[in-house]
């Protein structure tokens, strides 16, 4: 079995999933009045990393709680609309060339996976009819009933994260890694990329580019 691993921020999406879903929250019809809420609770969190108190692994999960505090009165299938109603203006920044890739290794017979920090509903939102065997995202809490849980933590997939699950969901399975490949933008993919025998770094942020340059990988 042969995987392909794609990343989605930055790599089939072309820009940053969190400042669109700021946008979005500030500009919605019904939700905007809980915006200014949200914005004085990320701020400080935000100002920590830029003066460098505050590690960008945190930020990253603190901003993902913070976001969906801010929607802890919807019900499940009110958040999945909400992640819904951002399906077309995000798939206009799609990677034509990377949704290429994904739809050559479906050809190819292999175990096409996304795996992203982004919210796992807004994944399989944006990504319909695009062919995915696995989706892993950060999953947003509910109850059995179909409230949001306040009790639990969400747990963001990013780093090391994206790693563990990759290889919880394909425990048992004999994976031809050698001749697998991983799509990724950023230096926090290093750890997926290095799975495979096939790393491809697209469009890559500067640290991943040198170590591109200098493994011989191949540049998108």
Known sequence: MKVAIFDFDGTLYSKETFQLLMDHLKQHPTHRAKYKSFFRRILPLYIGY???IVPEAKMREGSMQIYANAL?????PEL???FEDMKESMRQHFNDEVVAKVRQHQNDDMHVMLVSGAYTS???????????DTIIGTD??????GAFDSQKEIYHIQGNRKTEK???MLAGKQVDWEHSFAYG???????????????VAVRPE???KQIAVDRNWTIM
């Not at 947003?140 to 009933?145: H, K, Q, Y």
């Not at 933008?185 to 790393?199: C, F, I, K």
């Open 140 to 145: 947003i809490p509910f109850t059995e009933a």
């Open 185 to 199: 933008d950023s230096y926090s993919d290093l750890p997926v990329l290095e799975l495979v025998g096939n790393p």
């Open 206 to 208: 500067e640290r991943l």
């Open 166 to 168: 990759v290889m919880e």
């Open 80 to 82: 999945d609309q909400y």
């Open 122 to 132: 807004l994944l399989h939102a944006v990504t319909e009819g695009i062919e995915f």
């Open 72 to 76: 802890n009165s919807l019900t499940k």
């Open 50 to 52: 830029k003066i460098k």
